[in-house]
Each structure stands twice: as structure tokens, then as C-alpha cells.
């Protein structure tokens, strides 16, 4: 991008677009911590994370959650909606760690019983600190039912991305969401990535966020990279279901078994009970008829008996 921003923050750019209710946001390689104390940069940070951010509004809108965003338009930058930035930080968490953990004590890692949502006042000379629903209301920076719709979104995102993440290997710790106004009503907006989302892997919970920066964990470029592998450059993912069911001609124990029981029971309205298996899988693949083959190919060589067993597979997307 060139020429002058109309509004330079610490990780983007606000550029004017073609149409006066849209912005270019070029994502830049500084990054800050700790409101703004610590600075650097990481290498390519600005294109990973337009095509992460991409990759999760995506996402978001084809579950149908409303957002400013438009289209990427080159590696640094995306076309999006104009808002008006709601001075709130929607803070949502899964797994203790960061702030939390200082504040009340609790371990990094430990699993919270149920998400939390949190709102912080975004202002850096205040340090954007943590404010509840009576302070939002006396600052008059959202009314009661707009914070329930953030609330409610909040959870929404959470499960969406816990789900797709999950299935790309990836924990989702916890993450900030910043909302606008527009004509249209409230959008999500800003950026999700590495530098707002803690990402674990799932496997060995190592830390693939910018907690690598803040503590100077080193390799934080490589964790960038590999979130961006597994959101962008990886294969989609399916969910498949086999099931497996024995051939009419087979007899059928354990169907029988329960039938004669619901009989025994004075059941009469039953008449013939079969038990079959559902195998439900997770799995990358080309397209659906790349993993209906693959799948078949597996019901075939493990899944399923074809001297006793007939099985049928369905293959969906996943989140
Ligand atoms: N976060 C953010 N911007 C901020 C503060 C927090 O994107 O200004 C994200 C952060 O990356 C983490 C989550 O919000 O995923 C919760 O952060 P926390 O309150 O634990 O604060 P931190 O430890 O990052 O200072």
C-alpha cells in the first residue's frame, strides 16, 4: 500500500478504498505486547496473519455470523466494511492462562468449567482494563442489549472456532474480538490471528501465539507459519459416518436378544430388531468425492466384515 493512512494502530494500516463505506486494512510485521512496552517485528507476520484473519472471517460468515469483512486484495491487505469500533475488548476463554491466571491465581492450562467472557475498556492510556456491565453502562459505550449480543456472539465465535481448530489440531486458549457499528448493525471486526487468539497444539500444548514474543519463547515466526499451515495451505476437513450393518441373510444375536427382552416385557409392538455400528471419522481430503473414496476404501479393508456386513458412508463438511 501506498500513500498516506488514514489511521496508523500497532499491527495495521487503515488505508481509503474505491467506496467511501469501505476501508483497506494492510497488516504490518511490528508487533507490541503489553500495551505497547515491548516492540519489535516478526517476519511476514503482516501477510500470515491477513490470510489467517481471512481464512477465520471466512468461517465466521458461513456460519452466519455478520462481519466487516469483504476480501483479501493482496498479501498484506483486505478490503472491509467501515465501522464504527465499539471501545470494547470481548475477551472469551476456554483454558486459564495470561491476565486470568494473575488475576485469580488459577494455573495456566486448567480447563475453565464453562467459557468465560470478559470486557475490557479499550483504552491504552487507562492500560484497557477490565470493566463489568455497570461500568460499560455508566461509560454509555454500549447499551444493555448491545453487550448481551456481544456476549451471545462471543460464545457463538467460541464454539465455531473451537470446533474448527480442534479438528486442525490447534486448542483455542483463549481470544479478543473487537465489534462496529455499521448501518446494518453491529459487525464483528478488526483481525483474528495469532496476535489475538492463544493457540495451543493439541497434542503437546505447545504455544503457537504471540505469547512466543511476550515471553520470549523464541521461534515465533516458525508458530505463525505453522498456524498459517494448518488454516490456510492445509486440505479441507470432512466429517465421514460409516454405517456398518449385517446382511439380511445373517442372523442377528444381539437384535434378537433385545427383541426377546421387550417381549418378555409385554412389548408386543415390536417385531424384529437388528444391531449395526456407526463408525464416525474426522479427516482431510481433496473435495467430498475424494474422501467418499477414501472412506469407502477403509469400510472395505477394516471397517466392515463384506462376508457378514453391508455399510453405506456419508461424507459432510466440517466446520
Ligand atoms: N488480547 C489481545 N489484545 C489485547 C489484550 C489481549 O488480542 O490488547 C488477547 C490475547 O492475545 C489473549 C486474550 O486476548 O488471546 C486474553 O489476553 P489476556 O487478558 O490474558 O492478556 P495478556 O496476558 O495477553 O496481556
Not at 505486547?33 to 519489535?40: E, R, S, V, W
Not at 490470510?51 to 460468515?61: K, Q, R, V
Not at 491465581?105 to 470478559?118: F, M, N, R, S
Not at 427383541?259 to 449395526?276: P, W
Request: aromatic residues 8%; hydrophobic residues 45%.
Amino acid at each position: 500500500m501506498t500513500g498516506e493512512p488514514l489511521y496508523e494502530g500497532k499491527a495495521k494500516k487503515i488505508f481509503p478504498a474505491d467506496r467511501a463505506d469501505e476501508y483497506l486494512v494492510y497488516f504490518k510485521d511490528d508487533a507490541t505486547a503489553f500495551n505497547g512496552a515491548k516492540k519489535g517485528t516478526i517476519e511476514s507476520k503482516g501477510q500470515l496473519n491477513n490470510a489467517i484473519s481471512a481464512a477465520f472471517f471466512e468461517l465466521l460468515a458461513q456460519a452466519g455470523v455478520k462481519t466487516h469483512f469483504i476480501r483479501q486484495v493482496d498479501a498484506n491487505t483486505s478490503l472491509v466494511k467501515k465501522v464504527a469500533i465499539i471501545p470494547l475488548e470481548v475477551v472469551v476463554r476456554n483454558i486459564a492462562a495470561g491476565s486470568l491466571s494473575q488475576r485469580l491465581g488459577w494455573p495456566e492450562g486448567q480447563t475453565l468449567a464453562t467459557p468465560i467472557v470478559e470486557f475490557y475498556y479499550k483504552d491504552d492510556a487507562l492500560g484497557d482494563p477490565l470493566i463489568n456491565n455497570a461500568h460499560i453502562a455508566a461509560l454509555g459505550v454500549a447499551t444493555p442489549s448491545e453487550l448481551a449480543h456481544l456476549e451471545a456472539e462471543g460464545l457463538k465465535i467460541n464454539r465455531i472456532l473451537t470446533a474448527y481448530l480442534l479438528a486442525r489440531g490447534l486448542k483455542l486458549v483463549d481470544f479478543k474480538l473487537e465489534f462496529g457499528r455499521t448501518g446494518d448493525g453491529i459487525v464483528l471486526a478488526d483481525e483474528i490471528s495469532p496476535d489475538t487468539c492463544r493457540l495451543w497444539d493439541a497434542q503437546t500444548n505447545e504455544k503457537l501465539d504471540k505469547d512466543r514474543f511476550r515471553r520470549d519463547l523464541g521461534g515465533v515466526e516458525a508458530a505463525y507459519q505453522e498456524i498459517y499451515r494448518r488454516l490456510v495451505l492445509a486440505k479441507p476437513i470432512y466429517k465421514a459416518k460409516v454405517a456398518v450393518r449385517l446382511k439380511e441373510s445373517v442372523l442377528d444375536p444381539q437384535g434378537e436378544a433385545i427383541l426377546r427382552a421387550l417381549q418378555s416385557q409385554g412389548e408386543s409392538g415390536y417385531k424384529a430388531i437388528r444391531v449395526g455400528k456407526l463408525i464416525e471419522l474426522v479427516l482431510e481430503g481433496d473435495d467430498l468425492t475424494d474422501v467418499q473414496k477414501k472412506v469407502a476404501k477403509l469400510a472395505d479393508d477394516l471397517l466392515a466384515n463384506p462376508i457378514m456386513e453391508t455399510y453405506a458412508v456419508t461424507v459432510e463438511s466440517f466446520s
